[in-house]
């Protein structure tokens, strides 16, 4: 008879003015509307919906001669207020009820006397369970929940009998996530066994798996809150109308009364509980390396013990750690306007291979600069790359040809030199195997707008009518800028003369030296300037050279022109 009464009991908590009006227009007479996700199932893990402020109730009974009982109670993230009851009613309803007689009876057994004691409660986000005895006078267990902060989500599991549930798995006593190594691009973590999962060469199969989650935001204390942390980061994308959406890992159902009082109450499986993480369940091994990593990063890592046939999952605590920083290169400052010679690294030497790293930072408010670059090898290619606050401003080759780079707009920049790949592999193996020279200079031009301008083409020309016994003239193209041009010659010997492009007007002697002259012109076409070099020696044969000397760059070489005197005049 009591059960029978515990059952009436059960549906009447479920009818009159607390029930949503749309249900009970369409109810009969006497008929009570149910909400079945008001009854709380046993051994099956249920997801529950906590609106902000409100409070959600469940019920339960227990069966005959159930000696002890347990609840468990699983937050997701945020804190939760959690309680539980049992109420005790009397055996008989009043005989007679002052209410309408409409009523059906179950709503009058429950309108009649009663008590309520309440057993257990709990606030705050961590998993907690009330284990106990039955409590032997009560007719009915309700279970409240509640969300202070934030609309959340709860899982929640009832046993019946004694001894665990086994609904969840078992963390050791050192719950902590421990770091084995922490390198530039990879992680090792380390951590306790938990009691529920067989040791690795344990004969039979098993049902738990170790799953690790990385992020770069903090640490989550459960698969569930993980789900809500992805779910806010990620774009919300508006669905054309008429297109219903794809499956997701929470079930949002579409009508609002029923969003705010029954929201779906299902099981778990544990596909669902980590679809859609960066998270990788690696079997029961308790070591991993995560691995692509970025370097001078901070990352997080959670470990959750995963029980597939359950649906469910304890989570670690969790640790974090940063990458180390990538191995910065050796970085050489260019002094102002200083030209320096540079040896670039074998390529085909493993402990020279890389890139040489220079620094420049101009004066001045413009923050205006040239930098001006020639390979000295004639058959090899140098690729230069300008950076600044890490991106790449211009990368290009530098070839036997004087290359400018105007340097604009960046408080400091830096210049990365390697070989070029390309001309690497057209060389013979020889020729690779050779070292690479390069030339480089850099200096401000603060009052400048852009790079100055090669003449038009850098040609020495001598006058055959002109040559004399014991002179010479030469003419070359200038520019409509003022610059400085210096003529030097040697005589030719009977050796090979110097092919070393880079060897400019500071490493020839000062008896080399003919004369320097200043040159402009407006008009680029007319820009030709001529030079009579005097004193030479009859029927011998000379080498000239023209340095065009400016106050920015290093000085750019003609082309050598190679004139013999005449022997009778």
């Not at 007479?29 to 409070?55: A, D, F, I, Q, Y």
């Amino acid at each position: 008879m009591t059960s029978f009464w515990s059952l009436c009991l059960a549906v009447a908590l479920l009818c009159g003015p607390s029930g949503p009006p749309a249900l009970s227009g369409l109810a009969l007479e006497n008929e009570v509307p149910l909400r079945p996700t008001s009854w709380l199932p046993e051994e099956k893990v249920t997801s529950v919906h906590l609106p902000k402020g409100r409070t959600r109730r469940f019920y339960f009974t227990l069966k005959k001669k159930t000696p002890s009982m347990s609840l468990t109670v699983s937050p997701c993230g945020v804190a939760i207020e959690w309680s539980l009851a049992a109420r005790t009613l009397k055996d008989k309803p009043p005989k007679n009820p002052h209410w309408s007689s409409k009523k059906s009876m179950p709503e009058v057994w429950w309108r009649g006397p009663g008590t309520e004691a309440k057993i257990h409660s709990y606030v705050g986000n961590s998993v907690d369970t009330y284990a106990g005895p039955a409590y032997a006078p009560a007719s009915l267990y309700i279970l409240r929940l509640k969300s202070r902060e934030l609309d959340t989500k709860a899982s929640v599991f009832l046993h019946e009998g004694p001894g665990p549930s086994w609904a969840f798995p078992d963390l050791p006593t050192d719950r902590r996530v421990h770091m084995l190594g922490v390198g530039m691009t990879s992680v090792t973590l380390s951590w306790t066994p938990s009691p529920s999962v067989p040791q690795p060469g344990h004969s039979g199969k098993h049902s738990y798996d170790y799953c690790v989650l990385v992020n770069r935001n903090h640490n989550h204390n459960s698969a569930c809150a993980a789900h809500e942390a992805t779910d806010k980061e990620a774009p919300r994308k508006t669905e054309p109308k008429g297109k219903e959406k794809k499956g997701t890992v929470w079930p949002v159902p579409k009508d609002w009364w029923w969003q705010q009082w029954d929201v779906h109450e299902g099981r778990l499986s544990a596909s669902d509980e980590f679809e859609g993480l960066d998270c990788a369940c690696r079997g029961v091994e308790s070591v991993c390396t995560v691995s692509e990593l970025l370097p001078d990063t901070q990352y997080y890592f959670d470990v959750f013990v995963s029980d597939r046939v359950n649906g469910t999952s304890a989570a670690y605590t969790g640790a974090f750690a940063r990458t180390h920083e990538e191995a910065r290169p050796a970085v050489t400052t260019l002094k102002e306007g200083e030209p320096q010679q540079v040896r670039l690294q074998d390529e085909h030497n493993a402990r020279q291979r890389g890139a040489t790293f220079f620094s420049f930072r101009p004066r001045g408010w413009q923050q205006n600069g040239l930098l001006t670059l020639q390979s000295c090898n004639s058959t090899k290619k140098v690729k230069v790359s300008v950076l600044s606050k890490g991106k790449v401003l211009t990368s290009q080759e530098v070839g036997e040809r004087l290359t400018q780079i105007w340097l604009q707009g960046s408080p400091s920049y830096l210049i990365k030199l390697e070989n070029s790949d390309a001309s690497a592999a057209a060389r013979p193996k020889r020729s690779a195997r050779s070292p690479t020279f390069l030339k480089i200079q850099a200096s401000s031009a603060y009052h400048r707008q852009a790079a100055p301008v090669f003449p038009a083409t850098l040609q020495l020309k001598s006058f055959n009518k002109l040559r004399t016994c014991d002179s010479v003239t030469l003419a070359w193209m200038g520019t409509e800028e003022r610059s400085l041009y210096c003529v030097y010659s040697r005589r030719v010997s009977g050796g090979r003369p110097p092919a070393d492009r880079c060897l400019g007007p500071e490493s020839r002697p000062d008896s080399e030296r003919i004369l320097c002259k200043y040159f402009q012109e407006l008009n680029p076409q007319r820009a030709v300037t001529t030079a009579v070099v005097t004193g030479l020696e009859s029927g011998v044969a000379y080498m000239f050279d023209v340095y065009l000397i400016r106050r920015w760059g290093l000085p750019l070489k003609y082309h050598s022109k190679t004139v013999r005197t005449r022997k009778e005049c």
